[in-house]
Nanobody
Framework: QVQLVESGGGLVQAGDSLRLSCAAS????????MGWFRQAPGKVREFVAA????????DYADSVKGRFTVPRDNAKNTVYLHLNSLKPEDTAVYYC????????????????WGQGTQVTVSS
């Protein structure tokens, strides 16, 4: 069992940066792929970024590649999402998720989810 708690969302202006944190409890964090997803009003939940168990492999949606990074600290049971050069279209609720499968992009592969944190980017 893994419990995930996100923090760090807020209201920012276009071009600003934010850091989201996801603190995990439970023994399986270091053996879990950690992912970030987002969901804007009226849209389906979409993949944003993910990092492998050992942190050596990352994957990003094309829409955020080069602007977002997803480091993890297994000693702190925490994964982060650094959001840089934010755009109004990045506005969404951001969710942290964990899975023990090796798949990184598939929403259905993730069996643990946080409650989400709102990111709003004004133009």
């Amino acid at each position: 069992q893994v419990q995930l708690v996100e923090s760090g969302g807020g209201l920012v202006q276009a071009g600003d940066s934010l850091r989201l944190s996801c603190a995990a409890s439970g023994r399986t964090f270091s053996s879990s792929v950690m992912g970030w997803f987002r969901q804007a009003p009226g849209k389906v939940r979409e993949f944003v970024a993910a990092i492998s168990r050992n942190g050596l492999t990352t994957d990003y949606a094309d829409s955020v590649k080069g602007r977002f990074t997803v480091p993890r600290d297994n000693a702190k049971n925490t994964v982060y999402l650094h959001l840089n050069s934010l755009k109004p279209e990045d506005t969404a609720v951001y969710y942290c998720a964990a899975n023990t499968d090796q798949r990184m992009r598939a929403v259905w592969a993730y069996n643990y989810w946080g409650q989400g944190t709102q990111v709003t980017v004004s133009s």
